[in-house]
């Protein structure tokens, strides 16, 4: 099972369907309309990435860059691969045309964060290089 990794340039039904399925299998936000994909593909900070398995969209990668007084910043965000397609690559070849496009674009680092219940996306992060920040991570909602 070999990915290939596209950029997604336009909005399509095709795209639109493919993240309404793959979306909740990560989160249970509800998935983005035309219109928000619409949004993200035309801003130049994210990149959405999505990989094609045999012809069909089998997993999305966004990458967030943006630029702070201490450098060019990277985050890698909302990462899924379909159940039926993980452990064959799909995660890995996402992951490494992201890591390849914050180098293109300067960022001297990328951070992403995984629930620890997320065990096989944790360890195929820590393989392909990745390390866990003694950090910690706030999160403030703004919504009620």
């Known amino acids: 099972m070999s990915a290939v990794i596209e950029i997604a340039r336009e909005v399509t039904d095709e795209l639109v369907d493919a993240l309404a399925r793959l979306l909740p299998q990560l989160s249970s936000s509800p998935p983005p309309s ?11 900070e994210s990149t959405l990435f999505f990989a094609r398995v045999d012809g069909v969209i089998v997993g999305s990668l966004t990458l967030i860059m943006f630029r702070i007084p201490t450098g060019v910043k990277a985050w890698i965000e909302d990462v899924v691969v379909d159940a039926d397609a993980r452990g064959h690559g799909v995660g890995e070849a996402l992951n490494a045309a992201a890591l390849a496009r914050a180098a293109e674009r300067g960022a001297k ?36």
Do not use: C, H, K, M
């Open 34 to 44: 035309a219109a928000d994909l619409a949004e993200i593909i035309a801003d130049p």
């Open 109 to 144: 680092a990328v951070s992403l964060t995984s629930r620890p219940s997320r065990e096989a996306a944790n360890r195929l992060y820590q393989r392909i290089g990745f390390v866990i920040r003694d950090t910690n991570v706030y999160r403030f909602s703004l919504e009620a």
